[in-house]
Every structure is written in C-alpha cells, then in structure tokens.
C-alpha cells in the first residue's frame, strides 16, 4: 500500500522509493553494492514507499523551489524512525556518512550534496558523533541532472541507536519542472542551517589557538576528519560559551592538506553554521 | 557575525608523544600488589599514547585464560577491537574482508594478535556465546578477550569496533586508527591498508610512517 505524502509535494516531481536494512545485529554477509532503482509510478504525483516494520529511514524526494527565482533545488529528505539516527558527512568517532549517488544509465551524475548542520551525540566512553534524528533534508546540486532526462538517486545510510543497521533507498527522479515545490518549513529551516564557507581567523593563546565568535547563545565546532584525527588528544568540547581553544601537534599543521571544520552559531532565534580551514584561517 | 581576535600571549607549545618515557612493559606476575586480577595494571600507564608503553592489562578469553599484555614482551602484539554483532566487524571478517584472513598471515610471522570486547553486559556483541558463535563462524584462531567493565577500551581510547592498536616488541603503542580506508570494503580515493602498512614498517624495524588514522566502525558498546 503507497501513503500520500504531504499535500505540499504534490503537483511535483516525484518517486517511488524503495528502502531496505542491510545488516543487523547478527554477523551477516556485507551487502550487496547495486541495487534496482523502483520505477515511477505516476509523474508529477507525490508517492513514498511504505515503510516495512524493520525499516528505520524512509527517503523521499522532491524538487523545492528553495530560492525564490533560482532554478528547482533536488532535495532529498530521510526520516529516521524515533529513537535512531543517521550520520552527517563526517560522522565523528563512529558511524558512516550517509551519501548520495545520482545515476543516469551507468553514467554517475557528479553532484555535491549540502547536509543541514548536524546533532553532536555521546555515548558512553567519551565517543562523539554528529549526525540526525527525525526528518532531515539534504540539498543535492548536480548541474547534469537538470539538464537531461529521469535519473536514479541512491542514498546509503548507517542508522544507529543501540545496534546500528546499514540501509540503502533508490528513488527514479524525473527531470525537473520548470519551477519547483513549496518547500515546506523544516525544508526551509534545514536550508538555513547548511553551513556557509568563510574564512575564519585564529588567534595563538599560549598553546592553544582561540577563536571568539560574537553570539548571542553559543558556538560549537564540529571537527572534519582530519582536523578531528589531530584533536584526539584534546577531546571536546572545543567550545564553551562563545569562545572555541583547540591545541594541535605541529604535525597536523604540517601533515595535513586541509584541516577543516564547521562551526555551530546558536542565537536566541537562529542557528547558522560556517564552513572553514584552520590552515587558512590561522594568523600569519 | 563578528569575530573579535584575540591577542596572542605565546608561542605554541606542542606535546611530543616520544617524550614520556615510563618504564617499558614489566611482567608482574599477577599483579598481587598494586595491580588488579582485570583490566588495566594500576601501575601502568593510565593512557594510552603513541609512541609511550601500552597500559598493560590482564584479561581473560573466552576458554577463561588469562591474558597479560606484558607476558607477550618480545612480540609484536595486535590489539583489535571486536563486537560480533557490529556490521562493520562482521564485513570485515567476512567474504574478503580486511581482517578475514590478517591474523593468521600475521601469526605466521610471530604478531600476537588479541581480539578485546569492551562490550557491557547488556549490551550489543557482549556475552559468551555470541563471541563464540562468530569466533567458530569466522575461523579466528586468535583469543577473544573479556572487558566488560571496558577499562582496557577506555585506557586505549578504542572509540570503533574495528579500533586497531599496535604494540611494538618493546612494548610501545606505535599505531593507532583503522585498518585500511574502506569501511565496508569501499575505500575514500585508492585503499591504504593502514594496518599492514605499520605492520611492515614495525617488521621492518622502521619508525610507522602514519601512526594514527580515523578508525570506522560502530562505538564500542561501554556500560552506560
């Protein structure tokens, strides 16, 4: 049986989906890589997959109107069931970044994929993740994609609560209307929060390196992978209050090509997040 | 937004793992004084740092052996952080796997290799029958050792399952992180077998070329 999804995405583009569990908390066999993008079953109406009782991420997809007179924005939203979650693009000490790949035939699209900033979660022995619960909406921009016809989006999670279970959704995309869907308020709310780039300045502090944001509430800096892997000798929180200290061993300065992260700005009303590299950012 | 410099006060001080120098592994025959029967020595380092000795431990395996990391002195010892039930384990100790068949090419050519489960009772990959359901499944030759409390996993600061740690023959931890760059068999850019890399650096007598790497995996399943 296919559920109606909400009223705002029809008249649009849109899908079936197929999603399904790949592991489980018994030692199975890794999955399989490729699988069966489900057909379209009626252009221009609003469908989702039922979601099978092991399942615990639904995806569906639609193109949002997200800037006013921009062209249609492909948006990818997953939902993961109460209680679980699925990881950002840099995941943290454990986990997988969920990741999109958009096909037309057997020619991969190149795309880039704009995730919302994410929840810093921890768990027992001082393990931080950063990733999502609930609803969340990932903003893929793929020039190739709206220029042809119907393509195939693969997204690949891991969702976790106490186990975690590997997962996988292919939806066939139709090609883009002229203009997109109303995009809805946590689709908008989740536009606002996908981090800007910036160049962003250190300042030396005794050992550390220090960066003073002026908020209103809070500041939290979210490591990507090589810059988490040099601040393993000083775990988080990087940031208190409005102030974030990091100390790195000079190898990472000098070992690393990019030592990037993103910074969490919480205001009394908004939260906004800036993408940056220390390696670009620190003072001459 | 506005960021406000900070004025600068000195120089960057940096910590060099080499340069603690405790004293290197010392059996201790059982530990009566100053130590305990489980988990880590309290005479030895409480953490563990590259470069510094490995805390040394006493846990038991699943046929109830006892298992003194510092009895293996001498030896190259590979520490693996195991949870049968973690997907990520199960891939790699599957059909080609990275560490299907590691542990015994690397016993061949004398590696210890020590498999700890950091898992609380309770908790997903704890319990007897579970390990020793996946150690018979996967052929693991290697003991499956027993750390509930997760003391060992803390000491280490094992985060994943996998979480690969080297000892070197003296004792010293010279390499920390994943095993390769794939989890589940799907590399970032072309594979490095991180790993197999130190593996043969230590074999080689030389200094390991990338020490620490981001391990994958699940989070280790400690008590809560």
């Not at chain 1, 979601?51 to 990818?76: D, F, H, Y």
């Not at chain 1, 969702?159 to 139709?174: D, H, L, N, Q």
């Not at chain 1, 775990?235 to 030592?259: D, F, H, M, V, W």
């Not at chain 2, 038991?60 to 006892?66: Q, R």
Request: charged residues 20%; glycine residues 8%; aromatic residues 6%.
């Amino acid at each position: 049986m296919r559920a109606a999804l909400p009223g705002l995405m029809s008249g649009l583009a849109f899908l079936a989906c197929t999603a399904s569990p790949e592991s489980v908390s018994q030692p199975q066999a890794p999955p399989p890589v490729a699988s069966e993008p489900a057909p379209v079953t009626e252009k221009s109406q609003a469908v989702s997959a039922p979601r099978k009782p092991n399942e615990q991420v639904a995806m569906s997809v639609t193109w949002a109107q997200i800037e006013g007179s921009g062209p249609p924005q492909l948006v990818a939203q997953l939902e993961a069931i109460p209680e679980w979650h699925i990881y950002w693009a840099h995941p943290g000490d454990a986990g997988l970044p969920t990741r999109f790949r958009l096909q037309r035939g057997a020619a991969e699209l190149p795309h880039d994929t704009r995730m919302p900033l994410p929840k810093r979660m921890t768990s027992a022995g001082d393990i931080v993740s950063y990733g999502y619960e609930g609803k969340t909406h990932f903003f893929i921009d793929s020039e190739q994609a709206r220029s042809g016809g119907e393509f195939s989006l693969r997204a690949d999670w891991l969702a976790c609560k106490e186990i975690c279970i590997k997962g996988k959704a292919t939806v066939t995309v139709p090609p883009p209307p002229k203009r997109g869907s109303q995009p809805t308020d946590t689709m908008t709310s989740d536009w606002q929060e996908v981090p800007k780039g910036k160049a962003i300045k250190w300042q030396r502090e005794g050992p550390a390196w220090v960066l003073e944001v002026a908020t209103a509430k809070r500041v939290e800096l979210y490591p990507h992978g090589a810059l988490q892997l040099a601040l393993d000798q000083t775990r988080p929180p990087y940031c208190k209050g409005k102030r974030c200290r990091i100390k790195l061993p000079p190898s990472a300065l000098q070992e690393n090509p990019t030592l990037a992260y993103t910074l969490r700005i919480e205001n009394t009303d908004t939260t906004h997040g800036l993408e940056a590299d220390f390696l670009k950012g620190i003072q001459p | 937004m506005i960021i406000r410099r900070l004025t600068p006060l000195a120089l960057l001080v940096f910590a060099s793992p080499g340069l603690a120098a405790p004293p290197v592994l010392a059996h201790c025959g059982g530990c009566g004084t100053g130590g305990s029967s489980h988990g880590v020595h309290k005479h030895s380092s409480k953490k563990a740092k590259l470069g510094a000795p490995a805390p040394d431990f006493t846990l038991t395996d699943l046929a109830g052996k006892k298992h003194d990391l510092s009895n293996y002195k001498g030896k190259t010892v590979v520490l693996e952080w195991f949870n049968p039930g973690c997907p990520f384990v199960v891939a790699a100790h599957e059909k080609d796997g990275v560490l299907q068949t590691m542990a015994k090419e690397y016993a061949a050519k004398g590696v210890v290799w020590l498999a700890v489960n950091s898992s609380a009772v309770g908790r997903q990959g704890h319990g007897k029958a579970t390990n020793s359901k996946a150690a018979k499944k996967w052929k693991m030759d290697h003991p499956i050792l027993v750390d509930e409390k997760g003391s060992v996993g803390k000491a280490y600061g094992a985060k994943t399952t996998p979480h690969m740690f080297v000892v070197n023959k003296a004792g010293k931890l010279v390499y920390k992180g994943a095993p390769d760059n794939a989890p589940y068999g799907n590399p970032s850019g072309s594979l490095e077998p991180y790993l197999a890399n130190a593996l043969a650096d230590v074999a080689a007598g030389k200094k390991v070329r990338k020490s620490s790497t981001k391990a994958w995996g699940c989070s280790v399943k400690y008590a809560r």
